[in-house]
């Protein structure tokens, strides 16, 4: 059962009571990522996401912080990303309240000690350059830039190392005070606990606390005349290429009928191009396909690891896939096991309170809706080989495509060569 309240600062704080369960899972969601930064700021938001584990009065270090948690057997972590910051722990349900303690101790009264920011600078610019040094991840990130080039969604969550040398406390403040506000945030709990328990707790927290308010952002729109390729010349033993199209947007009707078309194409060994890149022609280990959505846009992404000898071959076999799912209606018996694939894969995630409870916190913090699963899982039974052909219609055009590649290519012409040769 699901609970779902308002506090009247604005907070929304979100209860899938689970009773069967062993443990109890807590999350806190803000509206802040990379979408919402200038480029004099960008990775602000991956930063404080940082420095919130770095010390509280109560608490004056990480280690006091993650011991606290990893002394009952549970575990504790943050992440952001392009819309989103997220502060999480799973424990036993015994201790719902030390862990709901620990992350609102963080959240609201992190202490962003200035030696703590000066020796965090080091690590997170560490952090960048373990993405620039790692092909398999640099590669998303020159996609990402051509998809968007000048809007912040085309820019790296993590930020530049030069923005992280110079950025000032007096930044960090003002950006954490103006985003971290109860009507920006939102506690989602899913476990062995009451809806009762957990708003009482979140209430006594966070209800002395004003407002604020959500933050907007530039709006994003792909547009292109033209197909681009992007070659980062380096002398390494594999080539990793990333190629782009546009994708839905995260309410757009027709989002269903695009995940489907993305297990059918990639997502898995029983894939079309896992099967037909690395199965029969032994272009790559490492192939497959990702869709990922925005508040107001999407991106379907291929990604493979190839010999670079072969990397134009391996462009050119996935981009005869794309053309087939638009070309071909695909056949009832795949279409039916695409559906199974993407329920199946969706119970059993939504089996760990942990996974619940960051599907009801991301739900609400960008959209103020949940979709039930039910709802979900009948737009998937509904989605036709129609549909499928219609939305590879839509999206699947030469002009649309962006290819980011990075490895040792002495051609850096003949990825763009391959692109416009393309039978999109």
């Not at 910051?85 to 609201?108: A, H, I, Q, R, Y």
């Not at 846009?297 to 799912?325: F, K």
């Amino acid at each position: 059962m699901v609970s779902i309240e308002t506090l009247d600062n604005g907070l929304r704080v979100i209860t899938e009571e689970m009773p069967h369960m062993r443990s109890a899972s807590v999350t806190i969601w803000v509206g802040a990522g990379a979408r919402y930064e200038d480029p004099e700021a960008n990775g602000i938001s991956h930063f404080i996401e940082h420095m919130l584990f770095k010390g509280t009065p109560k608490r004056d270090s990480n280690l006091k912080i993650s011991a606290a948690i990893e002394g009952v057997g549970g575990t504790i972590n943050g992440f952001t990303n392009k819309e989103t910051t997220c502060f999480l722990v799973k424990v036993p349900s015994e201790s719902f309240g030390l862990g709901l303690d620990v992350l609102t101790d963080m959240v609201l009264r992190s202490l962003f000690d200035p030696e703590a920011i000066e020796r965090e600078r080091g690590v997170v610019i560490e952090e960048i350059k373990m993405v620039r040094d790692r092909p398999d991840s640099w590669v998303h990130v020159l996609l990402e830039e051509m998809m968007w080039p000048g809007h912040p969604l085309g820019r790296s969550v993590a930020g530049t190392e030069d923005v992280i040398r110079s950025i000032t406390r007096e930044k960090v403040m003002d950006y954490f005070e103006s985003l971290y506000q109860p009507a920006n945030m939102v506690v989602s709990v899913a476990g062995k606990v009451s809806a009762e328990d957990v708003r009482e707790a979140v209430a006594s927290e966070f209800g002395p606390r004003s407002g604020g308010k959500r933050r907007n952002f530039a709006p994003a729109r792909f547009t292109s005349e033209r197909p681009l390729a992007k070659v980062e010349r380096r002398d390494i033993k594999q080539a990793n290429l990333a190629l782009g199209l546009p994708g839905y947007e995260r309410l757009h009707p027709r989002r269903y009928a695009l995940e489907i078309l993305n297990v059918i194409l990639g997502w898995g060994m029983s894939s079309r191009l896992f099967q037909e890149v690395r199965v029969k022609r032994s272009l790559a280990y490492s192939v497959g396909s990702q869709y990922s959505a925005y508040l107001d846009t999407g991106i379907m992404r291929v990604y493979a690891g190839v010999d670079p000898a072969r990397g134009a071959d391996t462009v050119s076999v996935v981009l005869e896939q794309l053309a087939r799912m638009r070309d071909e209606k695909v056949g009832d018996e795949e279409l039916r096991k695409a559906k199974d694939f993407y329920k199946g894969a969706l119970a059993l995630r939504l089996e760990d309170t942990l996974n619940l409870a960051l599907r009801n916190g991301e739900h609400m913090v960008l959209t103020d809706k949940i979709v039930p699963v039910d709802e979900v899982l009948a737009k998937v039974e509904a989605v036709t080989a129609q549909d499928i052909a219609e939305v590879a219609s839509d999206l699947f055009k030469k002009k649309n495509l962006r290819l980011a590649a990075v490895g040792p290519f002495e051609k850096e012409d003949e990825m763009a060569a391959t692109l416009h040769a393309s039978v999109l």
